[in-house]
């Protein structure tokens, strides 16, 4: 049995509130997740991985083609207590095309 949390998914509801869904599912459910809006851009995109301990923290990510798809977070001062993170995307959002999931 999986320990992801089940929400009920309503295709029908408003795009702002299926985004809203799966932040909550993220965060009440203990996985990592990131959400961003780009300068200039309209809409937000999430990057959430299914994984509770999937982040990796303390090596830079690789950022090649050939790496994993994810988020890669490079704190202003890197220190013991602000190392380089890098979350695994299993799920990518992007509400400027809301109907695929990747």
């Excluded at 965060?27 to 937000?44: D, E, I």
């Excluded at 995109?45 to 994984?51: D, G, I, N, P, Q």
């Excluded at 090596?59 to 207590?81: I, K, M, N, S």
Aim: glycine share 2%; aromatic share 10%; hydrophobic share 45%.
């Amino acid at each position: 049995m999986s320990s992801l949390q089940r929400i009920s998914w309503k295709p029908d509801l408003p795009v702002k509130d299926r985004l809203r869904r799966l932040v909550a599912l993220a965060l009440t459910s203990g996985r990592p997740v990131a959400l961003w809006r780009l300068p200039n851009a309209m809409h937000p995109r999430l990057c959430l991985s299914l994984k509770v301990d999937a982040a990796f923290v303390g090596l830079p990510p690789a950022l090649e083609p050939t790496a994993p798809a994810g988020f890669a977070f490079f704190p202003f001062r890197d220190t013991d207590h602000n190392p380089p993170l890098f979350l695994p995307a299993d799920l990518f959002f992007d509400l400027a095309t809301p109907k695929k999931y990747r």
